[in-house]
């Protein structure tokens, strides 16, 4: 297997594709029912995907034009539910498929954190994964107890120490052997297999024990996205997979090489670390299909919605530039990496606002591929092998019907190619990943330092 996958989406109306809600195909507005879950997990799991990676944002989007307007007009992020609750249900539903949900390390305290991902390691059977991110909303500061966003920089350190309380909790508290529910004896959980973590930190301070019994997991599979300088430093000592944003190999290159190079830094093989770059692939039978089912997609996109989206994700608003004038970078408190992607990261091209909008337009955040089923599979195919990257988030425009002709159209041919799995390794999510057998964190990950002595 060469190209590994991971559903995007968000549980929300407009996520990459902005406006395409209006397309009368479209059931973005079911990211209520239950029912439109459990359809996409099994959907991927027919295409054998990893996981369902489900985005998330804490806050309105409200940097356009300093107001929530164009976002709430577009479904753009906001209305949005939150990602951890519908997957016992999708679980349920399915065997195989994983579930990488976004939790922002920013707002959550650790202890009660990682209650919650345990409990999903249950309930799933080990097929849960954590996108790691530090969010850049500054709209979520504000309601979630503080004046303002904490600076970008601040934003990891505190990540830093989140992962070193979690790694205790979910590696050190607990033996393997503490629960050994005699009858005879009386004994649920032996006593002395227990231990407080006595966690006294910077920001935290956490002395008990962990209040679940160990996962299949312990640890959920570790995901980070977030590609600026300290972001690729974070994704080198703790990523397990990375999610970018890139639109060409050599820019996906830049990030994959940068994390790898972290890694070995960190003292970690740097083929532990799995890439998955976004892509909107738009599959037909044929090449002209496929390209009249875009041009169809194109007619819905909002220039507006994917400016308010984009303004928010960067933290600039885009509304108080001049539409034709090129970007340049700036350090900002928002996703610096969705800067850069449109100011440094291609040398050889500048970017207006009014370029960016419409690019983002169908496939924001990365590459939008349209073709007949072996187009498809060329294109992903020379992707991969130029960037370096392990696999693509395939997003869902016109969900779940982009989904759905993804894993009609294209999956058997990748498959045919030997590019994609035809069968599960195991069943737990760290499976997929390293292979059979393969359930815990690697030894070189600094989440193994912490395991119960
Ligand atoms: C591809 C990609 C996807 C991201 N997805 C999310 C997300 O779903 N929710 C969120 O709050 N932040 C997300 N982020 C941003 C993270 O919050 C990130 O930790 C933070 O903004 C720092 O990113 P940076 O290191 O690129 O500046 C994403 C970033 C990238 C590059």
Do not use: C
């Amino acid at each position: 297997m060469r190209i590994r996958l991971n559903g995007l989406r968000q549980s929300t109306v407009g996520h990459t594709a902005i406006g395409l809600w209006r397309h009368p195909d479209s059931q973005a507005h079911r990211y209520r029912d239950l029912s439109y879950w459990v359809e996409t997990a099994q959907i991927l799991e027919r295409g054998k995907f990893d996981a369902l990676f489900v985005a998330d944002a804490l806050g309105p989007l409200d940097v356009y034009q300093g107001s929530v307007d164009a976002a709430l007009r577009d479904g753009i992020q906001t209305p949005t539910d939150d990602p951890l609750l519908p997957i016992s249900a999708m679980a349920a539903a399915t065997r195989n498929l994983g579930f990488s949900v976004t939790v922002s390390s920013t707002y959550e305290l650790p202890y009660a954190f990682a209650r919650k991902m345990t409990t999903l390691d249950h309930l799933t059977g080990g097929r849960i994964g954590w996108n790691i991110v530090t969010s850049a909303l500054d709209s979520a500061a504000r309601n979630l107890g503080l004046t303002r966003q904490m600076a970008h920089d601040d934003r990891y350190a505190m990540a830093e120490e989140f992962m070193e309380v979690v790694y205790k909790l979910w590696e050190g508290s607990w033996a393997d052997d503490a629960v050994v529910r005699s009858a005879s004896r009386g004994v649920f959980v032996e006593p002395s297999r227990v231990r407080p973590i006595a966690h006294s930190g910077t920001y935290y301070d956490v002395p008990g024990i962990a209040l679940s019994e160990p996962g299949v997991l312990r640890t959920p599979v570790l995901y980070q996205a977030g590609t600026s300088r300290v972001g690729r430093a974070f994704a080198g000592r703790h990523a397990e997979g990375v999610f970018l944003s890139a639109y060409l190999p050599s820019m996906a290159r830049t990030l994959v090489d940068g994390v790898r190079a972290e890694a070995v830094a960190a003292g970690r093989d740097p083929s532990s670390v799995k890439f998955f770059a976004i892509a909107t692939v738009i599959v037909g039978e044929t090449d002209a299909e496929a390209q009249a089912k875009l041009a169809d997609y194109q007619r819905y996109a909002s220039v507006e919605g994917a400016l308010a989206r984009w303004s928010a994700l960067m933290h600039i608003d885009l509304s108080a530039l001049d539409l034709d004038k090129p970007l340049e970078y700036v350090d900002t408190d928002g996703i610096r990496g969705m800067v850069e992607l449109f100011t440094t990261l291609d040398p050889s091209r500048t970017w207006t606002p009014r370029a960016i909008a419409e690019f983002v337009g169908v496939g924001g955040g990365g590459p939008v591929i349209v073709g007949s089923p072996a187009t498809v599979a060329d294109e992903l195919e020379r992707w991969a092998e130029e960037s370096g990257v392990d696999g693509f988030n395939i997003a869902d425009p016109v969900p779940p019907v982009t989904f759905r002709d993804f894993v009609e159209l294209a999956v058997p041919e990748l498959q045919r190619r030997g590019l994609t799995r035809t069968e599960y390794e195991g069943t737990t999510l760290r499976e997929s990943f390293y292979g059979a057998g393969e359930t815990r964190v690697r030894d070189d990950h600094p989440a193994a330092a912490y395991r119960f002595r």
